[in-house]
């Protein structure tokens, strides 16, 4: 299982594809791991190498001490690109992992050729909120708040339909470490980029679901007016549409890096 020991944190990460072809980083939500990617695998893999991670605080990746910060997430992907001296890459991330991209795009500009930001916005949900859920988790446990989060990713005729594939997600959010989770709901709590984003000069693609209750499409629309030149694109599903729809999410987003 490959690590790589960072600053202050111990990251699991996983290639795929073809080494010498360009490379893709690919950035997990919260309450998943990298294996929220699997529908993407095969087909991206065709045109790139595939570095996918656990972001900290979950999967197999360390959980540090006390709440996170979106920056810290951030630049965990550099110091990530450096232990493996990646130069320049281009980077998917997928709520909390669009929040990341997003500080990317805003940071360090110059390591990436594209970002595609998806399901995501520029501030996600109010402190109340991420506060009840932290509190939540850390009395209750991750099988506390699995119910209400899955019925926000999915919608109820995928959930109805593809019992399998939610299951499968519905165990890897149940087996993340509900610290490593509260301290990651702490960074989106606390993360509010709608003005930085406006210095954003790497090619981004915004990617939303239509049934997103979670991040809208008035979100996502608002990233697409904010950040300089960056495309919009709305597909079939709610949060996870990555997984809802893979078939739409793999063209969209493989037209746009490969444009």
């Known amino acids: 299982m490959p690590i790589a020991k960072l600053q202050d944190v111990k990251i699991h990460y996983e290639w795929a594809g073809t080494a010498g072809l360009p490379i893709l980083v690919f950035c997990n939500g919260l309450g998943t791991n990298l294996h929220m990617w699997d529908p993407q695998i095969a087909t991206f ?74 399901s995501t916005a520029a501030k996600i949900g109010t402190a109340d909120t991420w506060n009840t859920r932290i509190h939540t988790v850390e009395t209750g446990g991750m099988k506390a708040v699995a119910e209400a989060v899955l019925a926000r990713w999915f919608t ?23 610290h490593g989770y509260a301290a990651n709901c702490a960074a989106v709590r606390d993360s509010d980029q709608r003005t930085t984003i406006r210095s954003i ?14 991040t809208p499409p008035a979100e996502a629309q ?10 919009y694109v709305e597909l079939p599903g709610s ?17 746009f890096l490969l444009a």
């Not at 608002?222 to 495309?231: C, D, H, M, R, V």
């Open 45 to 118: 893999s065709k045109h790139f190498r595939i570095l996918r991670y656990d972001t900290r605080g979950h999967g197999q990746s360390e959980v540090t001490p006390g709440p996170c910060t979106i920056e810290q997430l951030g630049q965990d992907v550099v110091h990530l690109l450096d232990s493996l001296r990646l130069d320049q890459v281009n980077f998917c991330g997928l709520s909390m992992g669009g929040l990341t991209g997003m500080s990317l795009g805003t940071n360090a500009a110059q390591r990436f050729k594209k970002l595609a930001l998806c």
């Open 156 to 178: 109820l005729g995928f959930r109805s339909s593809h019992t399998v594939d939610v299951e499968r997600v519905r165990e890897m959010l149940q087996s993340t470490n509900p």
């Open 201 to 214: 000069n790497v090619p981004c693609l915004i990617v939303v679901g239509k049934d997103d209750p979670g």
């Open 222 to 231: 608002f990233l697409a007016s904010t950040i300089p030149g960056a495309k």
């Open 239 to 255: 949060h996870l549409c990555n997984i809802e729809s893979p078939e739409h999410f793999n063209q969209k987003v493989l037209d």
